[in-house]
């Protein structure tokens, strides 16, 4: 299968594999999204406007959901199944990083060792390089990039759950939330904002002795639901249960997935949707590219060390420096 045009554009791989398959092109082109030298960051934003024609044409899904939920499971269950049904899927899973380091385990890929071992399937882990929002810096590009390829299913698992995790609900079309039953705090830890964005929840490890459990969690997720203001598009999103381990319920999941594309599609709110998304990671560009650029100002990092200094001695208040360094950066050069 050749690969497509927009991805022609990547410089070649030394030494240069002719053999180049698509998955090690799209490797490479998230490489250099990721990448903090400005020669790839250049070469990648070429290589995202190129395909941007190319992309939009899947189905964008989150999967989110507590540390042990299941997540990497649940996806390799329902993965499998739609490769099967002749899906091209992706999925880029997000690896928790250590704020020191800013590096990661990178775990989830071997995880889903069946579902990476299938040609029809990509998975990329990438670290959130100390990001908050449960998804890397360059998701929404990465995403863009997967679609230019030809993958018609888009999985993008975030790190766990919490008030900041909710941003992935601007780059996804759907936000599935996996919830686990039987420690007797269904709703604990479970975050107010996650369960109102959430356009389904499914309440995973619903077998064996759990089973039971797992429907009284339902009961007490479509309970808190009915105290949420109505949703924007319109669409009531169900509580499921749902079983990775032996399958149970896992066909049912992709089912609403797809009864919401086609309510969303119909009412419009889709493209809707994805427009007021584009618009947003306007501004989130900007202000990231902002950041970046105040802290690559050679004056900048002149007077950083100073101010920091005078902060940390107690001598400069927080905002006095923050506007100290935003005067410096401002400063005309001379």
């Not at 070469?43 to 190319?54: H, K």
């Not at 490890?205 to 949703?231: C, F, I, P, S, V």
């Not at 809707?272 to 970046?292: F, K, P, S, V």
Request: aromatic share 6%; charged share 25%; glycine share 8%.
């Amino acid at each position: 299968m050749c690969r497509p045009r927009c991805l022609k554009r990547i410089p070649p791989v030394a030494p240069l594999n002719p053999n180049l398959n698509h998955q090690s092109v799209l490797s490479k082109a998230i490489t250099l999204l990721e990448s903090t030298r400005p020669d790839h960051r250049d070469t990648a934003r070429s290589i995202v406007e190129a395909c941007l024609p190319e992309s939009g044409d899947s189905i964008r899904v989150a999967v989110t959901g507590v540390p042990g939920v299941g997540k990497s499971t649940f996806i390799e269950a329902l993965g499998q199944r739609l490769v099967a049904e002749g899906y091209r899927l992706a999925v880029l899973t997000v690896d928790p990083s250590s704020e020191r380091s800013k590096g990661s385990i990178l775990g989830d890929k071997t995880r889903m060792g069946a579902l990476a071992s299938d040609e029809d399937a990509f998975i990329r882990p990438s670290p959130t390089a100390g990001t908050l929002g449960g998804v890397a810096p360059k998701t929404r590009e990465a995403i863009l990039l997967c679609e230019a390829a030809g993958y018609e299913v888009v999985f993008v698992e975030t790190v766990g759950v919490g008030q900041s995790e909710i941003s992935v609900r601007s780059m996804v079309d759907f936000f599935l939330l996996l919830a686990l039953a039987g420690a007797g705090d269904e709703l604990q830890g479970i975050k107010r904002g996650i369960v109102e964005v959430a356009d389904a929840i499914a309440i995973n490890k619903a077998d064996g002795e759990n089973r039971e459990r797992a429907k009284t969690a339902r009961a007490e997720y479509e309970k808190a639901l009915q105290l949420l203001a109505d949703t924007e598009s319109g669409w009531e999103p169900p509580v499921l249960t749902c079983s990775a381990q032996t399958g149970d319920g896992i066909g049912a999941v992709w089912d609403t997935v797809e009864r919401y594309r086609a309510y969303t599609q119909e009412t419009g709110f889709f493209e809707e949707q994805r427009r007021q998304q584009a618009h947003h990671w306007m501004y989130e560009t900007i202000e990231q590219r902002l950041r970046d650029d105040f802290f690559a100002d050679a004056d900048v990092e002149a007077a950083q060390a100073e101010v920091e200094d005078a902060v940390l001695e107690g001598r400069l208040s927080s905002v006095a420096a923050a506007e100290r360094l935003l005067s410096v950066y401002r400063a005309p050069s001379e």
